[in-house]
């Protein structure tokens, strides 16, 4: 067999090489891949261009607004930072920045808390424990809307949960949850901690699978109580968990809007209004398209710098 001819062994198994060409001199060179190569970073492009695009160009431009008198029709003048000025001299914004702080510090401290003791209890060999993931991670894939139509349904002065506190002889508690300006921001809440439990629980619960058993099992053997372990053990070896969590909950809670006009509307008289329902309001409701721009502006920057710290903070731990 000759050095040019490959035996039928050679012809099955050894890949074929590429095709070559001869070069200037002569010189037989490798064919260069073509620019459709598969994987080259610039396949990626055109989505890159339109998150650009649709993110932050549209960002942009709505940051530029929030500095002019726009009503979303016709022509605008620039205001500089009147916008902002009323703003902070409005009682009912600065209530509403209220109420969204407190809705999302809230969810986040209390979903957390219940996530991370639905994955430590769920964590264990159950045999339903397949199950119960399920059910309690359900409320974060159904729809937020839908899910507060039935909430309130539920908080209705003739729905379920007054009649469950008249069957138990509770009825002097029965009150309209969601109208009344004391109640009905907690009514709220429940409801985001209700739906972002889960959420906390799944991450928690990727967390603790990284935890190696060893570890728990050697500080048992020395001693160790069952919150000790779980104290100086388990929870600092998922901080990073609890970074991502904490940090997702404060910047979905800081945005809320969906639970609020299915519940309440912002109402009664203003008592859960919060930033979000404002720029709504304000831009597309009254026309204040400058104003409401200006709000969604004051809100971004109040996500960037709420998770900015919690970064901080968290990875300080973290190097300790």
């Known amino acids: ?136 991670f359900m409320p974060v894939v159904l729809s937020p809307l839908a899910t507060s139509y039935i909430w309130k349904f539920i908080f209705d002065y003739n729905g379920p949960l007054n009649a469950i506190l008249k069957a138990v002889g509770l009825g002097a508690l029965a009150q309209p949850w969601l109208a009344s300006p004391t109640w009905s921001i907690w009514a709220v809440l429940i409801v985001l901690v209700w739906q972002n439990t889960g959420f906390a629980m799944v991450i928690y619960m990727a967390g603790l699978a990284a935890v190696p058993v060893e570890i728990e099992e050697a500080a048992a053997i020395d001693g160790a109580g069952l919150w000790q372990r779980f104290w100086h053990v388990t929870l600092p070896a998922i901080r990073p968990a609890v970074a991502i969590a904490t940090t997702l909950g404060i910047v979905n809670g800081l945005r809320v809007f969906d639970q609020i006009m299915a519940l309440t509307g912002g109402g009664p008289a203003g008592a859960t209004e919060t930033l979000a329902t404002q720029v709504y309001k304000q831009a597309f409701s009254l026309g204040n398209f400058g104003y409401g721009a200006a709000l969604a502006l004051l809100l971004t920057i109040i996500i960037l710098v709420f998770a900015v710290i919690q970064q901080r903070v968290t990875q300080g731990r973290s190097e300790d």
């Open 1 to 136: 067999m000759t050095a040019t001819t490959q035996s039928e062994t050679e012809t099955l198994v050894v890949p074929r090489r590429g095709k070559r060409t001869a070069g200037p001199g002569g010189d037989i060179r490798p064919r260069r891949p073509g620019l459709l190569k598969f994987g080259h970073w610039w396949w990626a492009l055109p989505g890159i261009l339109l998150v650009i695009a649709v993110h932050y160009v549209a960002t942009g431009v709505g940051g530029f607004f929030a500095f002019t008198n726009w009503t979303g029709i016709g022509d605008w003048t620039w205001i500089g930072f009147r916008n902002f000025v009323k703003i902070f001299q409005d009682p009912t914004k600065i209530g509403a920045l209220g109420n969204t702080l407190f809705l999302a510090f809230g969810s986040v401290i209390l979903s957390n808390v219940a996530g991370l003791v639905l994955a430590v209890g769920l964590n264990r060999v159950l045999k339903t424990r397949y199950i119960l993931r399920v059910l309690f």
